[in-house]
């Protein structure tokens, strides 16, 4: 028993012509040969949805069928759902599919692999050459990367120029004929009633010439998938959202138009030690508490190399030190960020008794004075203790 047409493309049955082609455009990406080579089940879903959609987008093939299925189409009368000519009626899945992407018929809508990849600033007009849409790549990179730039060779997937039929959709050898809908006109005329409208013509999309014989690599779109390499050179002081651009690395353009550009959006991992504010650097470092009391020198990372820092006697955790143009390049030019770094005293949690009783003895020997914070402290907590 045949396929129920409104369940092939999940639409009920009072789906409005909008939403029937909306269901019809997501399934046939889906389902695509293009986007599942040698796979037959897939290329037969694809056949049935397109002769569902050929007979739904009707508004008299969907009454008919609305009101006897699908026998509908098999008595004397009404012929096949395109017309007469067997099995898609004589209308080919592929022409369908151009049609439904292309604008034939007052739908509108991108070009065909624009739906592929979710590409946006294509432009088209029907009947010539049109430019390819753009494309977006994420690249991840490390912090370290994007201060101090770096080249990337990134690999994707994109439409290319058809090298069979360099382009033109027509199989080598082969030439374009006038379109026999509209007679080379590029439009065609349609009867509503009392109304008449002029629309592009869904055989040619505006072109006035079909191809003589579709190429068989491309199918006649004069383009093909494949993979492409492209090398980027990123700039120091890159940040997450960077945008970089790589012309004409995007769908090659239909027909002899212009290729689009590709977009590489930049994402900076998060560091291990280091966390970014605009260009400037912050970082968390453990001293001794020895350290903290005497004084001393230590060495701190940075992002170009190990670097020095002098700690006073006396400094206290929360402290924070600037090492001046230790953190990200400004991306246009001018001087660097700084490296903020946060000190941390990090008191001992185990003692020998040897140092416990050092540190008693120190305990008896200091007074106040050498605990400015804590006098204080106390001081103001005196009325609390009363």
Known sequence: MANDYYELLGVSRDVSDSDLKKA??????????????DDAAAEAKFKEISEAYDVLKDADKRAAYDRYGHAAFKQNGMGNPGGGRGGMG??????????????GGGGGGGGI??????GGGGGQSHGGAQHGSDLRYDLEISLEEAAK??????????PVACKKCSGSGAEPGSKKVTCPTCGGA???????GFISYRQVCPTCQGAGQTIEKPCTSCRGEGRVMDSSTVKVRIPAGVHTGSKLRSAGKGEAGHMGGQAGDLYIIIH???????????????????????????????????????????????TQTGTTFRLREQGIPALRG?????????????????????????????????????????????????????
């Open 149 to 158: 730039g770096t080249e990337k060779e990134i690999k994707y997937r994109r």
């Open 268 to 314: 900076v991992k998060e560091h291990e030690l280091f966390e970014r504010h605009d260009n400037d650097l912050f970082c968390e470092v453990p001293i001794k508490f020895t350290l903290a009391a005497l004084g001393g020198s230590i060495s701190v990372p940075t992002l170009f190399g190990k670097g020095s820092l002098k700690i006073p006697a006396g």
């Open 90 to 103: 004589g209308h080919d899945p592929f022409d369908i599919f151009r049609e439904a992407f292309g604008g």
């Open 186 to 192: 590029g439009q065609v005329t349609s009867n509503r």
């Open 334 to 386: 001018g001087r660097k960020g700084d490296l903020l770094i946060r000190v941390q005293v990090e008191v001992p949690t185990k003692l020998t008794s040897e140092q416990t009783a050092k540190l008693e003895e120190y305990a008896e020997a200091c007074g106040d004075p050498a605990n400015p914070v804590s006098e204080s402290f106390v001081e103001k907590a005196k009325k609390f203790f009363r």
């Open 113 to 118: 692999f624009e739906e592929f990849f979710g």
């Open 24 to 37: 019809y455009r997501k399934q046939a990406v889906k389902y695509h040969p293009d986007k599942n080579p």
